[in-house]
C-alpha cells in the first residue's frame, strides 16, 4: 500500500521536514536530552505554531481536522529526528481521550490548550501488576459528596515530569480484572497528596513513578462515562498504536539510510562492506522489512480514519509485525555498525533504544500478536 498524500498533507510533511532540519538535528537533540529539563519549550512553541499541536482534531473542536493521517505525518517525521518532546502523550493520547470521551464543555476548557501549546498532558494508565491490561486496576477512587478521593500507584507514566495535567484510571465499582468499573480523571500534577518520583528512560525521555494518598478531584473532572473508562483507554490504545508504528517506520527508514551510506565507506580487508554479497542480503531483508512495516501502518491509519469495524485487530496485528520488524532493522544496524553502533556519539545506538522503547509502550510484538490471534 502507497498512501497518495493530498496537496495539504504534503506541505504538512514538507513544513516539519524544514523545522526539523533547521532547527532539530542530532546534535541538538543531544543538547536538549542533556538539559535539566530534558526537553526544549522553544521547540514545543514551534510545533505549535506551525499548527502540529492542533493538526489531528476535528474542526469542530477548533482543529485543523487533519485526524489520523495528520498524526501519522507528525510521527513519522518526528521518528525520523528522534524528538523527545511529548507531542505523543499530549496530543495523540490525552488530547484524543478529551475528543472522543470528554463532555462538550471539557472539550471547549482543555482542548484549546492543548492546540495552542501552552498545556502539557499525559495519560497514566499502567500500574505495577497490570501489564498491558487496562482493566486490572487497583487505584481507587470514592465518592465523596461532589468529589472523588484517589488512592493509589500508577507506574512508568511517560512525560509525566513535564506534564501540567494527568488523565488518570481509577476504580469506581467493582473488583481488580473487572471490565466495569474503572474512570477517568483529569488531575493537576501538582494537586496536594500527588507525589512523583521521576526518572530517565532509556531513549532520553522522562517518566515517574505516580503514587496518589487520597487525592481530591472534583466529580465534575471526570472524563466519559462513569465505569467505562476500560472501552475509551481500548479505544486510545488503538489510535496510539497507529501513531506510534509511525513513529517507528520513521526511525527504522534513518537505520536503513545510515546503515546503507556506512556499507559503502567502512572497508574491511581493503574492500567496502557493501561489496561482500552476505551483508547485501542482510540489508535487503532490512529494506523488505521496513515496506512491510510501511504498508501495514498506512493501512492502520487509513482504517482508522476510517473507523473500519476491525480496527482494533488490525492494530494488533501491525503492532506485531511492525514491531518485529523494527527490532531486527536496529539489531542489524547496530551490528553492522560495530561496536560503534551503540556508542553514544553515533545515532544509531539512540534509535536502536527508542524503538525498544516504542515496542514496550501499550503491548509488546509477542502480546500483541496474541490478541491478534483471540480475534481471528
Known sequence: M?????EEQELLRSSIQRLLRDQYDFDERRKIV????GWSRKHWSAFAELGLCAAPF???SGGLGGGTLATMIV???????????????????????????GSPEQRQALLPGIMDGSAIWTLAWAEGRSRYDFDNVATTARREGDHFVLSGTKAAVIGAPWADKLIVSARTSGEPRDRAGVSLFVLDRHSPNLHLQS????????AAELTLMDVRVPASQMLGAEGEGVAVLEACRDRAIAALCAEAIGAMSVLNSTTLEYSKVRKQFGAALGTFQVLQHRMVDMFIALEEAVSLTQHLNLSMAAREPNGSKMAAGAKSKVGYA???????????????GMSDELDVGHYFKR???????????AYHLMRYAQQS
Request: glycine content about 10%; charged content about 25%.
Open 2 to 6: 502507497d498512501i497518495q498524500l493530498t
Open 34 to 37: 542533556a538539559t535539566d529539563e
Open 58 to 60: 476535528q474542526e469542530s
Open 75 to 101: 510521527m513519522q517525521e518526528f521518528g525520523r529526528n528522534l524528538v523527545v518532546e511529548p507531542y505523543f502523550e499530549t496530543v495523540v493520547l490525552a488530547g484524543g481521550l478529551i475528543e472522543e470521551a
Open 199 to 206: 526518572f530517565k528512560t532509556i531513549d532520553g525521555r522522562r
Open 326 to 340: 523494527a527490532r531486527f532493522i536496529a539489531e542489524q544496524a547496530v551490528q553492522l555498525h560495530g561496536g560503534m
Open 355 to 365: 524503538i525498544s522503547s516504542i515496542n514496550i509502550q501499550f503491548g509488546d510484538p
